[in-house]
């Protein structure tokens, strides 16, 4: 499944981030309540998802991780080898830009090749 999913425990902020995002990205998004890994080239958690995530993270670069500035969570996100973590007091626009620059990394918003051209 190509898409991001949302694991986000505060719904209403997780449905504003799925309005926003589904305008922005080129790929579907969807709210989940158990982040796979697998089935996404992108995952957006709070750190009550982020805590459940199977450690070691065998693709850290697909987490987004929107947490509270404290030290623990922090270490945690680092020692996981999370690239994109963000306060969980930024404005929506802040989560979105490290979304898409996650779905960047790894190659999720890349537009699809044109079918190939048969010459004349």
Same mark, same amino acid.
């Given at each position: 499944?190509? /898409?991001?999913? #949302? @694991? #986000?425990?505060?719904?209403?902020?997780?449905?504003?981030?799925?309005?926003?995002?589904?305008?922005? =990205?080129?790929?579907? %998004?969807? +709210? !989940?309540?158990?982040?796979?890994?697998?089935? =996404? +080239?992108? !995952?957006?958690?709070?750190?009550?998802?982020?805590?459940? #995530?199977?450690?070691?993270?065998?693709?850290?670069?697909?987490?987004? #991780?929107?947490?509270?500035?404290?030290?623990?969570?922090?270490?945690?996100?680092? &020692?996981?080898? %999370?690239?994109? %973590?963000?306060?969980?007091?930024?404005?929506?626009?802040?989560?979105?830009?490290?979304? *898409?620059? @996650? /779905? *960047?990394?790894?190659?999720?918003?890349?537009?699809?090749? &044109?079918?190939?051209?048969?010459?004349?």
């Amino acid at each position: 499944m190509n /898409c991001i999913q #949302l @694991a #986000l425990s505060d719904t209403a902020k997780a449905d504003a981030l799925r309005g926003v995002l589904a305008r922005s =990205a080129p790929i579907e %998004v969807v +709210c !989940v309540k158990v982040p796979e890994l697998d089935r =996404a +080239c992108v !995952v957006v958690v709070d750190q009550d998802h982020f805590d459940s #995530l199977p450690m070691p993270l065998a693709t850290p670069e697909k987490v987004v #991780l929107i947490s509270s500035n404290d030290p623990g969570s922090l270490k945690s996100a680092w &020692d996981a080898g %999370v690239v994109s %973590v963000i306060s969980d007091q930024d404005p929506l626009n802040t989560a979105v830009l490290a979304i *898409l620059a @996650a /779905c *960047l990394r790894t190659g999720a918003a890349r537009p699809k090749e &044109d079918a190939p051209k048969v010459p004349n």
